[in-house]
Structures are given as structure tokens and as C-alpha cells.
């Protein structure tokens, strides 16, 4: 028997050939979308199709116009089909949304019936968990499907595309079931869909999200989408439901209670009108808690405080390093001492975990007023230094020099950011100066306008930044 076919004579998508025209397939339409004419307003040019066969492998399939005579009526989504002599080319679409490199055309000479015995899944989803997706466990150019609720969200706002037309966005932050996190932009029709359906709803949603993994980049926890890719990465599917609807597809459901989503202000607006500007100098004279918006240049990063810690690799907690002593394996009873790591999660299963480095960086701000001590967590760090903490870390050993800092670190020194930071209880508690980095921004618009906030004159460019070394508390500092 041909390994490639079974019993039926059904070839696999996996298995297809194009060096042979004559074959079956067996296929469930799991996306259907129509590409408009531009010759003709409110005409199809053609119809676009994702097919996924009895393995769970997917396909791209395209039908001209001229052909909609033929098979249009026959086509939906869910429905199963058999699909005989269609025509195998490559897959040259500039956005791919399935890993498959061919593509299937119909044709005249394509023959297309209903079939009612299709055993496979109904969605097609193949659900890639957030840590493979930040331990990098991904092919690079592979699509991959992921599933969270929607945990933080931000009003859908107009940009410029580089060729001048007005478009529309929408940011989410998603949230799994160990609450690991990534970020998302939507963009045009999916925006407008996302925003309209949580404007409606007043508990958490999921979202479930095709993406292609050549149009976006993912480190740990941040996952950032181009521009120019937005208008296909989401073709293949949006699909808004309760989480425990999905945790297993046509099995039992989850008892896991979705919290509900929060609406964010867009960023512009969060710096400029929903949070109160202040100087440096003011910063001080803040006696409750709060969120404050602050403009300086990073001078410098603190020596003697690691700019990274290490996480637990299950439960995303920070991890301790202890040394314990171990017998050795030579059989004369003797010990010796070796390091592990151990999670300071109560609920975390594993107390022996290995773990992953995450942004914590130390900074010295300064402005026209004075200086401030911040601190950079992960996600921000990431998404300005467009790397991990990890692959610094990496750089790091192998230059054997652990004392350094990475030339990413130090080529922030000297860049103006508008910092969101937050003056926390035990801030004010402990009088401890040291203030957490919220959001940032490089936006010369935003940085402008908070800069026109100030009376204080600003002073010569030629004024030096210096540092005494009774103003650090003893800890010392390093301007790189």
C-alpha cells in the first residue's frame, strides 16, 4: 500500500506532491475569507481558504473568481469536503498564516463534494503554551496559536501607515492559566472586533490568536508585532469565548473562573492627561501613595546592585541560591558542597527548579531639578533593549567577565525617556528611594509636551552630572 495514501486512497497534506496532479484530500475548511477586487468595487477577486485533514496538518487553498460559479455554494467554514485534482504550487504569499510551503488551487478540472466522516478537530487550533514561546522552543517562520484571557487592555487608537492611510490599533495584554503574560497589538478589522466585543463585556474574555512567528519577535514575556505585518498575521482566526470553553476542545470544561479584563487608557493620554507630571525635585515632596510621570536622561546604571535576578522556570517566582552539602561518588564518604536553586513560591511544587534571568536594572535619572533612582523591570527592558535578560546574561559568560555591563545597557546612558513610576507604600514607609519604572517612553512628542510643563529653567548643556558619594548611601555608582 502507498504509505502516502489510506485505505480510501486520501492523500495527507503532509504527503502532497507536485510533481503529481491526480489525488484526494480530505479536509475540514477551518477559515474562509474573500479577497476584494480592485478593479471592481464590491467584487471578490478571490476566495481564501486554511484546510486542515484528519491530522491536524493545514493547508493554504485559493479559488479564483472565475471558478465561484462552480464551488462557491458549496463552501463554509466547519464543513468537511473531498477535494479531488486540485493544483499544488508554492506558497509565495508575502504573509503566510499555516507552516505548510504549498499551496492548493481549484480549478475546473477540480471536482468538490460534502463529506459527513471527517474525524478531527472543529477549530484547528494547536495551542503553543507561553513559556515554549520564552525559552524560544519555536521554529522561527512557523505559525503557532495562542490562548489567554484578556487581562489588561487599551482603547483602540488611529496611526499613520508608512503609505499615508489612516489605520486603527488595539493593544492587550493576555494572560495564561499559571498567569504568564504576553502582549499583543491588533490592528484594522481585528482591533475594531476585539474593542466592540469588550466594550460589551464586563467579565474577562479569552482570546485565542493565530500568529506567525516570521512577522513578529517574542522574548520571555513580551511579544511585539511589526507595523508592516499587521494586516496579515491575524487572518487566520480571532475567536472570542470563556476560557474554561477551551480547555479541552470537545472535553470536559474548566472550573477555572476567568477575572475580569481591565480597560487601560492609551498610552499618549496616560502620559500626557491621566497622570499627574512632576518635576524630580517634586518627587520628593510626595508623602501618599501614587503613580507620577517624570522626564530625565539616564546618566548612569548603579554598580554593587545586579541588574537581573533569576525567576523559577515553572512558576515565574524569584529564585534563591543555596549551597548544600552532597555526598560524593567515589564511595569514601566524603561531601562536598554544590549550588542549587531554590523557589520561593509556597505554591510552587518543585523547591530544586531551574531557573531563567530577568531584567531588574538600576538606573540614575536625571533633569533640570535632580535626580532620581529607578528601577527597570523585564517587560520595559525588553522592549527597549530588544533583547532578554537571558541573552545578556549569555553575552556576559562568554566573554568570562561577569563584572561587566553588556554594551546594551550602557547605550542607554545618556537617552531622554518619560517615565511612569509608582511611589509605593513601602516607598514612603521606609523611605526607600529606589522608585519602580511603571511605563516608558522615547516619544520625542510626548517628552516635548511634559517638558512644557515645567517653570524651572533648564540648565546649560555644558552642567556636569556628578554624584558625591555620601548622596548614594554607600552604594557606589558607574557611569558607562
Given at each position: 500500500?502507498?504509505?502516502?495514501?489510506?485505505?480510501?486512497?486520501?492523500?495527507?497534506?503532509n504527503?502532497?506532491?507536485?510533481?503529481?496532479?491526480?489525488?484526494?484530500?480530505k479536509?475540514?475548511?477551518?477559515?474562509?475569507?474573500?479577497?476584494p477586487?480592485?478593479?471592481?468595487?464590491?467584487?471578490?477577486?478571490a476566495?481564501?481558504?486554511?484546510?486542515?485533514?484528519e491530522?491536524?496538518?493545514?493547508?493554504?487553498?485559493?479559488?479564483?473568481?472565475?471558478?465561484?460559479?462552480?464551488f462557491?455554494?458549496?463552501?463554509?467554514?466547519?464543513?468537511?469536503?473531498?477535494?479531488?485534482?486540485?493544483?499544488?504550487?508554492?506558497?509565495?504569499?508575502?504573509?503566510?498564516?499555516?507552516?505548510?510551503?504549498?499551496?492548493?488551487?481549484?480549478?475546473?478540472?477540480?471536482?468538490v463534494?460534502?463529506?459527513?466522516?471527517?474525524?478531527?478537530?472543529?477549530?484547528?487550533?494547536?495551542l503553543?503554551?507561553?513559556?515554549?514561546?520564552?525559552?524560544?522552543?519555536?521554529?522561527?517562520?512557523?505559525?503557532?496559536?495562542?490562548?489567554?484571557?484578556?487581562h489588561?487592555?487599551?482603547?483602540?487608537?488611529?496611526?499613520?501607515?508608512?503609505?499615508?492611510?489612516?489605520?486603527?490599533?488595539m493593544?492587550?495584554?493576555?494572560?495564561?492559566?499559571?498567569?504568564?503574560?504576553?502582549?499583543?497589538?491588533?490592528?484594522?478589522?481585528?482591533?475594531?472586533?476585539?474593542?466592540?466585543?469588550?466594550s460589551?463585556?464586563?467579565?474577562?474574555v479569552?482570546?485565542?490568536?493565530?500568529?506567525?512567528l516570521?512577522?513578529?519577535?517574542?522574548?520571555?514575556?513580551?511579544?511585539?508585532?511589526?507595523?508592516?505585518?499587521?494586516?496579515?498575521?491575524?487572518?487566520l482566526?480571532?475567536t472570542?469565548?470563556?476560557?474554561?470553553l477551551?480547555?479541552?476542545e470537545?472535553?470536559?470544561?474548566?472550573?477555572?473562573r476567568?477575572?475580569?479584563?481591565?480597560?487601560?487608557?492609551?498610552?499618549?493620554d496616560?502620559?500626557?492627561?491621566?497622570?499627574v507630571?512632576?518635576?524630580?525635585a517634586?518627587?520628593?515632596?510626595?508623602d501618599?501613595?501614587?503613580?507620577v510621570?517624570?522626564?530625565?536622561?539616564?546618566?548612569?546604571?548603579?554598580?554593587?546592585?545586579?541588574?537581573?535576578y533569576?525567576?523559577?522556570?515553572?512558576?515565574?517566582?524569584?529564585?534563591?541560591?543555596?549551597?548544600?552539602?552532597?555526598?560524593?561518588?567515589?564511595?569514601?564518604?566524603q561531601?562536598?558542597?554544590?549550588?542549587?536553586?531554590?523557589?520561593?513560591s509556597?505554591?510552587c511544587n518543585?523547591?530544586?527548579?531551574?531557573?531563567?534571568?530577568r531584567?531588574?536594572?538600576?538606573?540614575?535619572v536625571?533633569?533640570?531639578?535632580?535626580?532620581?533612582?529607578?528601577?527597570?523591570?523585564?517587560?520595559?527592558?525588553?522592549?527597549?533593549?530588544?533583547?532578554?535578560?537571558?541573552?545578556?546574561?549569555?553575552?556576559?559568560?562568554?566573554?568570562?567577565n561577569?563584572?561587566?555591563f553588556?554594551?546594551?545597557?550602557?547605550?542607554?546612558v545618556?537617552?531622554?525617556?518619560?517615565?511612569?513610576?509608582?511611589?509605593?507604600?513601602?516607598?514612603?514607609?521606609?523611605?526607600?528611594k529606589?522608585?519602580?519604572?511603571?511605563k516608558?517612553?522615547d516619544?520625542?512628542?510626548?517628552?516635548s509636551?511634559?517638558?512644557?510643563?515645567?517653570?524651572?529653567?533648564?540648565?546649560?548643556?555644558?552642567?556636569?552630572?556628578?554624584?558625591?558619594?555620601?548622596?548614594?548611601?554607600?552604594?557606589?555608582?558607574?557611569?558607562?
Amino acid at each position: 500500500m502507498d504509505p502516502m495514501k489510506n485505505p480510501m486512497n486520501i492523500t495527507f497534506l503532509n504527503h502532497l506532491d507536485v510533481s503529481k496532479d491526480i489525488y484526494t484530500i480530505k479536509v475540514r475548511i477551518i477559515k474562509l475569507w474573500r479577497q476584494p477586487s480592485f478593479k471592481v468595487p464590491g467584487e471578490s477577486y478571490a476566495i481564501e481558504m486554511i484546510l486542515m485533514d484528519e491530522e491536524g496538518s493545514k493547508i493554504q487553498a485559493t479559488v479564483m473568481n472565475k471558478y465561484f460559479i462552480k464551488f462557491e455554494k458549496l463552501l463554509e467554514e466547519k464543513v468537511c469536503l473531498l477535494i479531488k485534482k486540485p493544483s499544488l504550487g508554492d506558497n509565495t504569499s508575502a504573509y503566510k498564516c499555516v507552516d505548510h510551503p504549498h499551496k492548493l488551487f481549484l480549478n475546473f478540472d477540480s471536482t468538490v463534494t460534502i463529506c459527513n466522516d471527517f474525524v478531527g478537530s472543529v477549530h484547528g487550533f494547536s495551542l503553543t503554551a507561553f513559556d515554549q514561546l520564552r525559552d524560544n522552543l519555536i521554529l522561527d517562520e512557523s505559525t503557532v496559536d495562542v490562548i489567554g484571557y484578556v487581562h489588561t487592555y487599551f482603547e483602540i487608537e488611529e496611526f499613520m501607515k508608512r503609505n499615508g492611510k489612516l489605520s486603527k490599533k488595539m493593544n492587550l495584554q493576555l494572560h495564561d492559566l499559571e498567569d504568564r503574560n504576553i502582549f499583543v497589538t491588533l490592528f484594522e478589522s481585528y482591533a475594531e472586533k476585539m474593542w466592540k466585543y469588550l466594550s460589551k463585556k464586563e467579565d474577562g474574555v479569552a482570546a485565542v490568536i493565530n500568529c506567525n512567528l516570521e512577522d513578529i519577535s517574542f522574548s520571555e514575556d513580551v511579544l511585539t508585532f511589526q507595523h508592516h505585518t499587521m494586516l496579515a498575521v491575524f487572518t487566520l482566526m480571532i475567536t472570542l469565548m470563556r476560557l474554561h470553553l477551551l480547555a479541552k476542545e470537545g472535553g470536559e470544561t474548566s472550573s477555572h473562573r476567568v477575572p475580569s479584563s481591565q480597560k487601560l487608557p492609551n498610552w499618549r493620554d496616560d502620559f500626557l492627561l491621566k497622570t499627574v507630571y512632576h518635576t524630580m525635585a517634586e518627587v520628593d515632596e510626595i508623602d501618599q501613595v501614587t503613580a507620577v510621570i517624570v522626564v530625565g536622561t539616564i546618566k548612569c546604571i548603579t554598580s554593587g546592585i545586579e541588574w537581573y535576578y533569576n525567576v523559577c522556570k515553572k512558576c515565574n517566582k524569584k529564585v534563591i541560591t543555596k549551597y548544600v552539602a552532597s555526598e560524593t561518588s567515589d564511595g569514601f564518604d566524603q561531601f562536598e558542597e554544590k549550588q542549587i536553586l531554590e523557589c520561593t513560591s509556597e505554591s510552587c511544587n518543585e523547591q530544586v527548579v531551574s531557573a531563567i534571568p530577568r531584567f531588574k536594572i538600576p538606573l540614575r535619572v536625571q533633569d533640570k531639578t535632580g535626580v532620581l533612582s529607578l528601577t527597570l523591570f523585564d517587560r520595559d527592558a525588553q522592549r527597549i533593549l530588544k533583547k532578554s535578560a537571558k541573552e545578556l546574561v549569555d553575552q556576559i559568560l562568554d566573554e568570562e567577565n561577569s563584572n561587566i555591563f553588556p554594551n546594551e545597557l550602557k547605550e542607554l546612558v545618556e537617552k531622554k525617556f518619560a517615565f511612569k513610576i509608582d511611589i509605593s507604600k513601602f516607598n514612603l514607609n521606609n523611605n526607600y528611594k529606589f522608585f519602580t519604572v511603571i511605563k516608558l517612553t522615547d516619544d520625542p512628542s510626548i517628552i516635548s509636551k511634559l517638558e512644557k510643563k515645567s517653570k524651572v529653567e533648564q540648565p546649560s548643556n555644558s552642567e556636569s552630572f556628578e554624584v558625591q558619594s555620601n548622596d548614594l548611601q554607600s552604594q557606589d555608582m558607574v557611569k558607562v
